[in-house]
C-alpha cells in the first residue's frame, strides 16, 4: 500500500524558474523529512517537520506541513542546476519510528 | 562527527553466494534501519533494530534475509544464497530515537 504520493514525478525547468513539489497521503503523520538524493549517494536529509502548518525555510527552498499533517509541499524559488537531484519526502507514522517514503520527483535545471 | 558509515560501498556476487552488508550509524545514535531501494522504485523499509533488539522486521523478506546490531561493532544486513532479484542498493540509516533519520551511502549489491 502506497501512503505517500508525491507530484510531479518528473520536473524539466529552466534556471530562475520556481517550482513546487508536492507530497500527499490519507494517513495522520507524527513527523514528515524531505530528502534529496544524487546518483550513486544515499538521501540526504533536507528538514524535518513536525507541527501541523509549520513553515520551514532552506535558502530557496520553502517546505509546509499540512495543518491535519497529511501533506507537504516543497517550493523552490529561482532554481538553479545545483539543484538537479530526486527530491523523496518521507513520514513516520504516529505508532511506529520507520519512514514511509514517497515516489520521488526527479527535478533537472537546465542552465 | 562523522556520518553513517556503509561498506562496502559496491558488492557483486554470483547467484547462491552470501552478502554481508555493514553499517556504523551516527555516534550517539542507538537506532538503525535497513532500506532497500531497487532500480526505478522508491525506499522501502526493511527492518528497524537498537543495540541487541529488532524492533520491527516487517519489512524483511521471510527468508534468506537477516540483520543484527550486536552490543559492540555494526550493524549487519546478511543476505544468504543471493538470487538475481537481491540486486539493489542497500541504505542503513541511523536515528538518535526522534524520528529525524540519516543515511550512509549505500551499498550497491549487484548478483551474477
Known amino acids: 500500500t502506497q501512503l505517500l504520493e508525491q507530484s510531479p514525478q518528473f520536473l524539466s525547468i529552466q534556471e530562475g524558474e520556481n517550482l513546487t513539489v508536492y507530497c500527499n497521503s490519507s494517513?495522520?503523520?507524527?513527523?514528515l523529512q524531505w530528502y534529496r538524493q544524487e546518483p550513486g549517494e544515499g538521501p540526504v536529509l533536507l528538514v524535518t517537520?513536525?507541527?501541523?502548518?509549520e513553515v520551514k525555510k532552506l535558502k530557496r527552498l520553502t517546505f509546509q506541513f499540512g495543518d491535519a499533517r497529511k501533506d507537504s509541499s516543497l517550493h523552490i524559488t529561482a532554481a538553479q542546476p545545483g539543484d538537479t537531484g530526486l527530491y523523496l519526502c518521507a513520514g513516520a507514522l504516529s505508532n511506529t519510528d520507520k519512514l514511509i517514503f514517497g515516489t520521488g520527483t526527479r527535478l533537472q535545471v537546465f542552465p | 562527527n562523522a556520518g553513517v558509515m556503509q561498506n562496502p560501498r559496491h558488492l557483486v556476487r554470483r547467484r547462491g553466494q552470501e552478502a554481508r552488508l555493514r553499517c556504523s550509524p551516527m555516534?550517539?545514535?542507538?537506532?538503525v534501519y535497513w532500506y532497500r531501494q531497487l532500480p526505478e522504485e522508491g525506499l522501502k523499509f526493511m527492518v528497524y533494530?537498537?543495540?541487541?533488539?529488532?524492533?520491527?522486521e516487517s519489512g524483511m523478506p521471510k527468508e534468506r534475509f537477516s540483520a543484527e546490531f550486536p552490543k559492540e561493532g555494526p550493524s549487519i544486513l546478511r543476505i544468504q544464497q543471493v538470487v538475481r532479484g537481491d540486486s539493489a542498493a542497500y541504505f542503513c540509516?541511523?536515528?538518535?530515537?526522534?524520528?529525524?533519520?540519516?543515511f550512509g551511502p549505500g551499498t550497491r549489491l549487484l548478483v551474477l
Open positions: 540509516a541511523s536515528s538518535p530515537g526522534d524520528t529525524v533519520t540519516y
Open positions: 517537520v513536525v507541527t501541523g502548518g
Open positions: 555516534k550517539g545514535h542507538s537506532h
Open positions: 533494530l537498537q543495540k541487541e533488539n529488532i524492533i520491527d
Open positions: 494517513s495522520v503523520f507524527s513527523s
